[in-house]
T-cell receptor
């Protein structure tokens, strides 16, 4: 079956521009997560959605970062006024979310490069 | 957040068993132990998870120490496809009741033909 799909796979933009990253979770998965992975580092949690609500936004690094989810499905992560330190791979994961400790299924990420 | 400690890297030979260790001495009673792996240019892939008892699935086995302060991921017959960065993770409950995975730097497994 279809896995988690992320687009674009690569994004290069100039410092100061806004970017939108998209995540299509596995159909029927109610939980959705955003992480980012900087070069040579482990993954850093950003935000968690249950349905369309985001009960945990604790990982968003600044108010330039926001995310939304509509229809309990697609999610977009928006970064405003991008900075060079925002360069990273942004990964989305989804899980059944019906109970805790469901495996998370990851997409292959969006590689964001800020010039 | 509870932390895990893994070697930076390990090497194994193809078709031999591999034991990947993880220490988590500050684990709490409700923390599950998760293993994910990540191949180059891909997102992480779930491998296995457990709480207290040893666990087996089609990919691997997880052996958990009686005091839960350490665990070992066992790949029964390593293949070249198993070469990846392996993450041992203690999940943390989010405010919404689900879990977020707190990744460390992981351990790079090299499989020699």
């Amino acid at each position: 079956g279809a896995g988690v799909s992320q687009s674009p796979s690569n994004k290069v933009t100039e410092k100061g521009k806004d970017v939108e990253l998209r995540c299509d979770p596995i159909s029927g998965h109610t939980a959705l997560y955003w992480y980012r992975q900087s070069l040579g580092q482990g993954l850093e949690f950003l935000i968690y959605f249950q349905g369309n609500s985001a009960p945990d936004k604790s990982g968003l690094p600044s108010d330039r970062f926001s995310a939304e989810r509509t229809g309990g499905s697609v999610s977009t992560l928006t970064i405003q006024r991008t900075q060079q330190e925002d360069s990273a791979v942004y990964l989305c994961a989804s899980s059944l979310g019906l109970t805790a400790y469901q495996p998370q299924h990851f997409g292959d990420g969006t590689r964001l490069s800020i010039l | 957040d509870a932390k895990t400690t893994q070697p930076n890297s390990m090497e194994s030979n193809e078709e031999e068993p591999v034991h990947l260790p993880c220490n988590h001495s500050t684990i709490s009673g409700t923390d599950y132990i998760h293993w994910y792996r990540q191949l180059p240019s891909q997102g992480p892939e779930y491998v296995i998870h457990g709480l207290t008892s040893n666990v087996n699935n089609r990919m691997a086995s997880l052996a958990i120490a009686e005091d839960r302060k350490s665990s070992t991921l066992i790949l029964h017959r390593a293949t070249l496809r198993d070469a990846a960065v392996y993450y041992c993770i203690l999940s943390v409950l989010t405010q919404g009741g689900s879990e977020k995975l707190v990744f460390g730097k992981g351990m790079k497994l090299t499989v020699n033909p």
